[in-house]
């Protein structure tokens, strides 16, 4: 079964700043796609990046990035120049092939200081 | 303009009632579905509709109840609602498969 873990429960970071985000997955498919989702103290699900498992090259979305790693299994998100409305949960996340449904990790709780 | 709606945002009922939220997506997506958030924050998959046809149903109690009248509508109803239930129901759309999925602004449903 597909298992996706974040270790981080919870991070803080300085405003301007560079912060890492780790997420690992175990999954027996060859292709496959990865989420980072993000959900503010408003509660609202915001998708921030994905990553085709296919894909080479490291998927950027201006200050967010992710360093994939097939052979680890291993999924990080990136924020440069932190912002104070970074601060959020973040979850990292698998969808099945068959079906979609997401299978979430269980968050990293993130704060940006001034 | 929203994408994936809800209603209600806020559900404040007492043991033993029933209950119905509704959700709406004007993405023109395949599928729907829905979504328990509990306490500590973790998203769990409940239900999952394509084209008005269940295709994901988790070990959800039977009191749990999904309806999709059209590909643009999933509603969720709750029969007899126990303390347990208190959590935020999101719902999300995606045009199927393993395709990023869009999430309404969630439901807190609080059972007292």
């Known amino acids: 079964a597909q298992t996706v873990t974040q270790s981080q429960p919870e991070m803080s970071v300085q405003e301007a700043e560079t912060v890492t985000l780790s997420c690992t997955y175990d999954?027996?498919?060859?292709?496959?796609?990865l989420f980072w989702y993000k959900q503010p103290p408003s509660r609202q699900m915001i998708l921030v990046i994905r990553?085709?498992?296919?894909?080479?090259q490291n998927a950027t979305e201006n200050r967010f990035s992710v360093n994939f790693q097939k052979a680890a299994k291993s999924f990080s998100l990136k924020i440069s120049d932190s912002q104070l409305g970074d601060t959020a949960m973040y979850f990292c996340?698998?969808?099945?092939?068959?079906?979609?449904?997401?299978?979430f990790g269980q968050g990293t709780e993130l704060s940006v200081k001034p | 303009d929203t994408a994936v709606s809800q209603t209600p945002k806020y559900l404040v009922t007492q043991m033993g009632n029933d209950k119905s939220i509704k959700c709406e997506q004007n993405?023109?997506?395949?599928?729907m579905y829905w979504y328990k958030q509990d306490s500590k924050k973790f998203l769990k998959i409940m239900f999952s509709?394509?084209?008005?046809?269940?295709?994901i149903n988790e070990t959800v109690p039977n009191r749990f109840s999904p309806k999709s009248p059209d590909k643009a509508h999933l509603n969720l109803h709750i029969n007899s609602l126990e303390l347990g239930d208190s959590a935020v129901y999101f719902c999300?759309?995606?045009?199927?498969?393993?395709?990023?999925?869009?999430f309404g602004p969630g439901t807190r449903l609080t059972v007292t």
């Open positions: 999300a759309s995606s045009r199927g498969g393993p395709s990023e999925q869009y």
């Open positions: 999954t027996s498919e060859n292709n496959y796609y």
């Open positions: 990553q085709e498992a296919y894909k080479q």
């Open positions: 996340a698998f969808p099945y092939n068959q079906g979609g449904k997401l299978i």
């Open positions: 993405l023109g997506h395949d599928t």
């Open positions: 509709y394509n084209n008005k046809e269940l295709i």
